[in-house]
Structures are given as C-alpha cells and as structure tokens.
C-alpha cells in the first residue's frame, strides 16, 4: 500500500515548451560534433603556436658522467677518468632553412583557419538538422490533429447513418461503407502517432533531453512570405574556403620540397663544464728519489659554431617530392573548379525550391479553400437527399487530401528556407 501510495504521489514529467531558437540553442550546446570540431580548432590553434617556435633558438642542457677503467696510459703516465663528469649548455638557432620554416609556419596558419570553417560548417549543419527535426515534428503533430478531426467527422456521420438505418431509410450497405472508411482513417491515424512519436524521439535526441519528455513546439504559426531577390552568391561556404585553402597547402607543398635543395646554415654556442680527470706519474725529486706527482684537470671551455650543410647527391629524391607535390596541387585545382560548379548548382537549385515551395504554399491553400467548400456544398445536398454518399465521402477525401498537402507545403518551405541559406554558407 505503501508503494502504490508513493507512486500515486508522483507527479508526471511537465512537458518542454520548445520554440525554435531554443530548439537550435539546445542542439548546438549537446552536439558531440560541435565539440569535437572546436577541439580541432584548439589543435590547430596549437599547431600555429607550436609552426612558431621554429624560428627561435632552441636551448639544451646536457650532463654526462663516466667511470673508465682501466687508466689510460699517455707518454709514461696515467690518466685516471674514474668518476669523471662533463656538464653543459648548449644554443641553436637557424639562420637560413631555404623557406621550409616560413612554409610550416603558413601551412600552419592555413590548418587553424581551415578549422575554424570546419567549426562553422558543423554548425550549420546542427542548425539544419535541428531545423528540420522541428519542424517535421510540428508537420507531424498537425497531420495527427486533421486526421482526429476526420476521425471525428466520419463518427458523426456514423451516428447519423445508423439512425437512419434505424429508420430504414438507408440500406445496411452504406453504413458498412462508412465503417471501412472509419477502419481506413484510424490506420491513418495510428500511422501518423507512430511517426510523431518517431519525430518526437528523434527531436528529444538532438536537444538532449530524455527520451520521455513530450515536447510542444510553440511555434506554430505558419507565415510564409514571398521570397523575392535571392542571392546565389557561394562566397560564404565553408567548402569553398576549404578547397581554396587545400589549392594554398599545395603550393606550401612545393615550396617545402624546394627546400630540401637548398642548403641550411645554423649557428650553435656552448659552454660545457668537466672536472674529475686525473693525471698521475712519478717525478724525480732531485737526488733519485721518484715520488708520486697527481694532476686534476677541472675548467670549462666554450665553443662557436657555424654550420652549412649543402645537399649534393640524392638520386633525384628531391625533384621527385617537387613533381609529386606540383600533381597534388593539380588536384587540389581541378577539385575546385569542379566542386565550385556544382555549388553553385547546389544554390541555384535551393533558389529554385524556395521558389516553388512558396507557389506549393499558395496552392495548398487554394486547394485547401476549394476542398472546405466542397465539402460544405456536399454536406448540405447530402442532407436535402441530392447527393449520394460516395460523394460526401469523396468530398471528404479530398479536403483530408488539401489539408494534408497543405501541411507538407509549409514544412518543406521551411526546410527549404534552411537549406538555401545552408547552401550560400549564410546559415547562422
């Protein structure tokens, strides 16, 4: 009793009111994608830092010891390096690398921009996605409240046939007529929850909340405004940054394998520290007498050094990296000529859509008007007995049709709305 009393107390989850700018805010903020690209931006971010250093002097420190048995013997001598130690500091600093630094540090510079259109191109199509998610639900949920409202037209006219029949004044034909109308709208029907469930699941994954959760949409009213003068502008792609950018890492490319061919001069200064290093002998200390004599050397010495290095025989390596990079940059050239083509066929065909998904808006709504005269027209012949049944009944098929149209016409004008601003990169 207990428990059922502590179920009874629960209260039921209070359904998420959504609008659309919540709906896009939701989805940018649980999108793994989003995070991901903005890692790689940080990459890169680093990767532009790290291209930097290359320029500047790289300092190293170094300490060696060394236990060597046994002594060495020099000239009569001993030299002892039992325990000896060398310590030391050492600077480089490239003078000259024939432009391979310069073309890292631009191939560098090239990686971090490239993410940040990455980034921004992951943005919108979270943007797009969670567009359509919105508003294929509300699509949804307005089919399902037309076929309730069929639902409930064809149950009235089945409580008026049934009198009827009652009275005998129609046979038991139309009336079973009715009942595989009602049979086939409530599949409809059936078929229509299932896909708002579908669509509601499928939003409540995009924005990141549980499963459970009913979501209203709030914004439902449908207004759609002539297009007028679109742009078919393809400067703001994303894509078309990235192929222009991979035509720049190719001639990065060239000049980097040049690079190889060229000499390279680096300067290095040092200070190195030794101590421990013993000389032992015997010496005659005037009458005859041969006494021990020990020597420490202990001190420090300092080195300048600039070193040129000239390639001269590489069996070719080196112009078969320039020739293969002059085929890359080939590449990269013909990918965008050829995928610049088919952005601006991308655009013009978004035009296109906006275009007449408007003119199926306009239409919808007439046919939509016509359906719910007809079918005021059919109701009252129906009833003054100058209409058959069939007729009301197609009657109204055709206005569950005109609804229907209607409302898969503003919804893809809206996609559309979303994808052409998608496809001139101005989706924001």
């Keep these: 009793m207990g428990c059922l009393l502590g179920l009874a107390g629960v209260a039921p989850a209070q359904p998420l009111l959504l609008s659309h700018s919540q709906c896009r805010e939701m989805a940018l903020a649980h999108s793994e994608e989003l995070e991901q690209a903005d890692i790689r931006l940080r990459q890169a971010e680093l990767d532009n830092r790290i291209a930097t250093t290359a320029y500047l002097p790289k300092i190293e420190g170094s300490a060696t010891g060394a236990y060597v048995f046994p002594d060495i013997d020099v000239m009569g001598m001993d030299l002892r390096m039992r325990g000896m130690y060398m310590a030391g500091i050492t600077l480089t600093q490239p003078i000259y690398t024939g432009g391979k630094i310069s073309a890292g540090k631009r191939m560098a510079r090239i990686g971090e921009a490239v993410a940040g259109e990455q980034l921004r191109m992951a ?7 969670a ?80 499963d459970n959760t009913t979501i209203v949409p709030t914004d439902t009213a449908w207004v759609a405004t002539e297009p007028g003068l679109l742009t078919s502008s393809i400067d703001d792609r994303p894509e078309l940054f990235l192929l222009k950018q991979q035509v720049e890492v190719g001639k990065q490319q060239i000049k980097s394998s040049r690079a190889e061919m060229l000499p390279t001069v680096g300067l290095s200064a040092g200070y190195t520290y030794y101590g421990n290093i013993k ?56 990918d ?10 991308e655009v013009q065909q978004a035009i296109r859509n906006v275009q007449d998904g408007y003119r199926l808006i306009r239409t919808a709504e007439t046919g939509v008007q016509q359906a719910e005269e007809n079918l005021r027209v059919m109701r009252n012949r129906y009833a003054a007995s100058m209409a058959s049944l069939t007729d009301l009944l197609d009657a109204q098929s055709q206005w569950q049709q005109a609804e229907s149209n209607l409302i898969e016409a503003q919804t893809q004008y809206k996609i559309y709305e ?5 496809a001139t990169g101005r989706l924001e």
């Design 336 to 345: 965008l000529q050829k995928n610049t083509r088919l952005l601006n066929l």
């Design 131 to 210: 567009d359509q998610a919105y508003w294929t639900c509300i699509a949804v949920d307005r089919k399902v409240r037309m076929l309730e409202s069929y639902v409930a037209q064809m149950d009235t006219l089945f409580n008026q046939m049934n009198e009827s029949l009652s009275a005998g004044l129609i046979i038991e034909n139309d009336l079973l007529r009715i009942e595989a109308k009602q049979s086939e709208i409530h599949y409809q029907l059936q078929k229509a929850r299932n896909g708002a469930d579908l669509c509601r699941l499928s939003l409540c994954r995009l924005i990141g909340v549980d």
């Design 279 to 334: 000389l032992n002998s015997m010496v005659d200390a005037g009458n005859g007498t041969m006494l021990p004599y020990s020597q420490e050397f202990r001190d420090g010495i300092g080195m300048v050094m600039l070193a040129v290095k000239i390639p001269l025989f590489h069996w070719g390596e080196v112009h078969k990296k320039v020739r293969k990079a002059r085929y890359a940059l080939r590449s990269a050239e013909l």
């Design 418 to 422: 979303t994808e052409y601003l998608r």
């Design 123 to 129: 943005r919108m199509d979270i943007l797009a996605d």
